[in-house]
Each structure stands twice: as C-alpha cells, then as structure tokens.
C-alpha cells in the first residue's frame, strides 16, 4: 500500500559544495537549514537581521547589506526600557543604545564582506503579512511588542512582492555576479493569523517564488512547505503547538534538501564530518581508560587526514580537542 503522495524534486546542478560561502536569511525555519549545515561545517552565515518572516524586510535587509549601511542612534527607539531597530529582531535590543548599535553594525559589516564572496543565497519565506507604523509608514522587520494599535496589518499582493524582489535581485546580481539563489517557503503555519489567512499567505508566497524561478535562471525553489504540507500531511509530525514541525518532520525535509542540493561526494563527506563532530562532543564515561585514548587517538587521524584532504574546511577545533585529551 501506499501511504504518501511521492514528491519529484529535480536535483539542482550545481548545487551546494564544501567549497561554498552560503547566507540564509528569513523565518525561523531558516535555522533549522543553516544549523543543519553549520553542525557539519559549511560555511555560513545565517540572519544578520535576526529572523525576518515576510518579503519586505528580507528585501529591505539584503539592500542594506548591499549598500553597507550604518545604523546610527536616529534609527533606534526606546521601548519597554530597552533599545530596539524595527529593521531587526530583537535579539539585537539591549537596555544600553551604544551595545544595541555596535552589535547592528558589526553585523552589518560582517554581512555586507559576506555578501561579496557568497555563491549561494537561501531565502525561507514566512509570510505575507507585514505591518507598518501608523505615523511613519513603513514596514517593519519586528514589531517588538509595541502596542498593536501602532500599526496597520497588511497582506502583500503578489505583485507587491514581486516588485519587492525584482529590485532586490537585480541589485543582487550586479553586486555580486556569481551569487545563486534558492528560495522556499516555510512550513511553520501562521495560525496567529487565522487559518484561512494563513493558506492564503503562503499560496501569495509559493506564487511570487514561482514567478521569480521562472524569470531568473539563477534562482531554484526547494519545496520545504509541500513536503510537510502534502507529502506527510499528519498532524504527528508538528510540536506540540501544531504549528512547527516537529524533529522527525524537520529532519525529513533536511534529507530532502541534502539530496536535492548536495551532490553523493558531498552527502557522504557530511556523514563523515558528522560522526568526528559526534566524537568530539562524546561525554566519555572514564577519560582516562585506554578505550577512550583510543578512541580519541582514532578520530584525531581520520580528522587530521580530512584537514589535509579538505584544507578549506576548518576542524581547528576538533583536533585541538582530540589531541588535548589524549595527553
């Protein structure tokens, strides 16, 4: 019998290397990819906003790198006794304005040089709606529990979107001429916004996307939505919230993404990478046995063989760990 509808995803060529510098920004569902690929030691840099959820204020964030902008005191505000940018999740906020704005530049910077030399560009979208300031009248990344009252709650059209991203992208693809990208859409559902609303987000999403793909033969769509959505369409696989998925659901869509985008030499080096990275983070029952020296003085040769073999793949830290411990 047959318990799910199959799913055809066509390989992306090329698709992501060891040799790559890859960014992700947007939702949630984006850490999941980058700290997948940053357990096994891709290079990445992941949400120098923060997590941003709709296609404004990814487009916003990725013109700002662009242009390598430098926030100052006149675009922070004073709320709930901290510091805040509405261009950046709050994880950025600090009581002190001097901490709130040297870690948002640092940032900045560290983004705008990552840019330049990025190969891939992977962008999860959360949602349509974005929300403007009343006096101001523009869209924000976060609304940083400001009264809702503040703001005017606004569903993108596609075509908004679609303009949003095609001024983005051109500047994109003149800034850095090798950048591809990949978009997806994420499947953590919305509910907050009533489920018919929710629906009508992501389809607003999954259209523009499309559109995108279909205009530049540099940009690739991964199905993360679909595969939860329609391929395992059971509410056991979502948290207990039935809003995100759960692990079981999170780890199919990453093999999904690995055989989607990850050429058979790549897939099998990362399965390497993640067993030395299990070993060094292995709480041995007795440090001191010749079973552990052992196993150490095993790992410490098959990383330092690696090392040798992948000299752009850092395994600084593994090794001093692996070679430490066996003293």
């Known amino acids: 019998m047959q318990f799910q509808i199959p799913i055809n995803i066509k390989p992306i060529e090329p698709g992501i290397s060891y040799r790559d510098n890859i960014l992700l920004t947007g939702s949630c569902f984006t850490e999941h990819i980058g700290s997948n690929l940053q357990n096994v030691k891709f290079n990445i840099l992941q949400n120098p906003n923060g997590i941003l959820f ?51 530049n640092i940032s900045q910077g560290a983004a705008h040089q990552y840019l330049k030399k990025c190969d891939w560009l992977i962008i999860t979208l959360g949602s349509s709606f974005s929300y403007k300031l009343k006096e101001e009248r523009f869209a924000v990344a976060n609304c940083h529990k400001a ?6 709650k606004h569903l ?24 591809k990208v990949l978009f997806t859409v994420s499947p953590v559902r919305h509910i907050r916004d009533g489920i018919l609303e929710n629906n009508r987000s992501k389809a607003r999403l999954i259209e523009t996307v499309h559109h995108l793909v279909h205009k530049f033969d540099k940009i690739h769509y991964f199905p993360s939505y679909e595969l939860l959505i329609d391929v395992l369409r059971d509410y056991r696989f979502y948290d207990i919230d039935l809003v995100h998925p759960n692990y079981a659901a999170t780890q199919f869509i990453l093999e999904k993404f690995s055989n989607t985008l990850m050429d058979k030499e790549t897939q099998e080096l990362m399965a390497t990478i993640r067993k030395i990275v299990i070993a060094k983070n292995h709480l041995p029952f007795n440090p001191s046995s010749t079973q552990h020296k052992k196993f150490l003085a095993t790992f410490y040769e098959q990383t330092f063989l690696l090392s040798k073999q992948y000299p752009y793949i850092n395994f600084e830290e593994e090794l001093k760990y692996f070679n430490q411990n066996l003293i």
Request: aromatic share 16%; net charge negative; with cysteine.
């Open 156 to 179: 993108n059209t596609i075509e908004e979107s679609i303009t949003a991203f095609d001024g983005m992208l051109y500047r994109l693809f003149k800034f850095n001429t090798k950048i």
């Open 147 to 152: 009264p809702a009252q503040s703001f005017d």
């Open 54 to 104: 709709d296609p404004l204020s990814v487009c916003n964030s990725l013109i700002s790198y662009m242009e390598n902008k430098y926030y100052t005191s006149d675009d922070l505000f004073y709320l709930n006794e901290a510091w805040h940018s509405w261009a950046h999740h709050s994880r950025f906020s600090s009581p002190e304005k001097e901490i709130c704005l040297k870690n948002i």
